[in-house]
């Protein structure tokens, strides 16, 4: 029999999304939307990220918010969603290398960051590009971690 339920897991996941105050098209989306969005930013660093510091900030938010969210569903280690992400994690990891934390000191210190369980505010791409390449340098972000 099985007792997993994926539209209650959803609604938890949606609920976890509110109450972490989310955009609302991060909540809409829900878990699965999260794990496709994961999905997409882990193809775009494995393909030469081109965004702002910002913009990757923002995207290894979406990471840390995505680690939560599974917490929260509470899915079987076999579940496809958490497959989808093990996967996309594999990708983004093998495109890059360990740096300093890129919300700088005082923010890693501020939130507790760990760099065992909060990988990826510890990582930056192997070649970063562009106006990325430009921002981490400026903010000391391309020497060793």
């Given at each position: 029999?099985?007792?997993?339920?994926?539209?209650?897991?959803?609604?938890v996941v949606r609920r976890y999304l509110e109450a972490r105050g989310?955009?609302?098209?991060?909540?809409?989306?829900?878990?699965?939307?999260?794990?496709?969005?994961?999905?997409?930013?882990?193809?775009?660093?494995?393909?030469?990220?081109?965004?702002?510091?910002?913009?990757?900030?923002?995207?290894?938010?979406?990471?840390?918010?995505?680690?939560?969210?599974?917490?929260?569903?509470?899915?079987?280690?076999?579940?496809?969603?958490?497959?989808?992400?093990?996967?996309?994690?594999?990708?983004?990891?093998?495109?890059?290398?360990?740096?300093?934390?890129?919300?700088?000191?005082?923010?890693?210190?501020?939130?507790?960051?760990?760099?065992?369980?909060?990988?990826?505010?510890?990582?930056?791409?192997?070649?970063?590009?562009?106006?990325?390449?430009?921002?981490?340098?400026?903010?000391?972000?391309?020497?060793?971690?």
């Open positions: 029999m099985n007792i997993f339920d994926e539209n209650e897991t959803e609604d989310c955009a609302d098209f991060i909540v809409e989306s829900g878990l699965t939307g999260l794990v496709d969005r994961w999905n997409r930013i882990a193809s775009q660093i494995a393909s030469g990220y081109d965004g702002a510091l910002d913009e990757y900030l923002n995207d290894m938010d979406i990471r840390d918010i995505l680690e939560d969210a599974l917490d929260v569903a509470a899915l079987p280690d076999d579940h496809d969603l958490r497959q989808r992400v093990l996967a996309a994690d594999g990708q983004v990891r093998a495109v890059t290398v360990e740096c300093g934390p890129i919300w700088g000191n005082e923010v890693a210190e501020a939130e507790s960051m760990d760099r065992a369980l909060q990988w990826w505010y510890f990582i930056r791409p192997r070649e970063p590009v562009g106006m990325l390449r430009t921002e981490m340098e400026t903010e000391g972000l391309l020497g060793d971690a």
